[in-house]
């Protein structure tokens, strides 16, 4: 079946570097998602990498795959307080708009 | 060009009543989605549009849940009768066939009394 695990809650200085981490069971995952959620609003996507690559990096953003642990992380450089928002990874199973699973969300604080 | 339109952004009823959400998506996008979140959750799956045919609605809990998108565009999904249960909040996504991003909308928050 598929499960997406992540922590709860982060907090981080401004300026500090975020690592928001997240756990999947589907070896058969072809895309995982990091989304943002800012309160009261819809989910953002913030970037995404396919199964086959171990890294990407998207600015402030570097998404790292490791597909033997099935372990997904989102690191962003020079947190900002604009980043405070709860972050979802996904996955689904094919490419092309199929169902997405989420992860049940890590709540971002950053602290002045 | 707009994003994904939602109404209503807020629905306050008492149980067993009747509500109804609609969702406009993105001009051209053919698939739609409607999603579940609960609170402090993530968004779960009850139906998927490809144009006008439903193509995925295993998740939908038919016996009080319905959906439709008449034209392929925008889309209503009602519960009737409403539970205490339903309070969350509903969100729209729509995408292009055949690419990944899901483009949501803010969702509407029902909260059932």
């Known amino acids: 079946g598929e499960d997406v695990e992540q922590s709860l809650f982060l907090s981080v200085r401004e300026g500090d570097s975020s690592v928001i981490n997240c756990t999947y069971t589907d070896s058969s995952s072809t895309y995982l998602y990091w989304y943002k959620q800012e309160p009261g609003a819809g989910l953002q996507l913030l970037t995404y990498?396919?199964?086959?690559?171990d890294m990407k990096q998207d600015q402030r953003l570097t998404v790292l795959l490791n597909k033997k642990d099935k372990h997904l992380s989102l690191r962003i450089a020079d947190t900002q307080t604009g980043d405070s928002a709860i972050y979802f990874c996904?996955?689904?199973?094919?490419?092309?708009?199929?169902?997405?699973?989420f992860g049940t969300g890590t709540q971002l604080k950053v602290e002045l | 060009e707009a994003g994904v339109v939602q109404s209503p952004r807020y629905k306050i009823i008492e149980k067993k009543q009747p509500v109804a959400f609609w969702c406009n998506p993105i001009?051209?996008?053919?698939?739609l989605y409607w999603y579940l979140q609960n609170l402090g959750q993530g968004p779960e799956l009850l139906i998927r549009?490809?144009?006008?045919?439903?193509?995925?609605d295993s998740q939908l809990p038919k016996d009080r849940f319905s959906a439709e998108r008449l034209k392929g565009v925008d889309s209503t999904l009602k519960i009737q009768p409403a539970e205490l249960g339903d309070s969350a909040v509903y969100l729209c996504?729509?995408?292009?066939?055949?690419?990944?991003?899901?483009?949501f909308g803010p969702g509407t928050r029902l909260t059932v009394l």
């Open positions: 549009y490809e144009n006008e045919e439903a193509v995925d």
């Open positions: 996904a996955e689904s199973m094919q490419g092309g708009g199929n169902k997405l699973t």
């Open positions: 996504a729509s995408s292009l066939r055949g690419r990944d991003e899901q483009f």
């Open positions: 990498i396919f199964s086959n690559m």
């Open positions: 001009s051209g996008h053919n698939t």
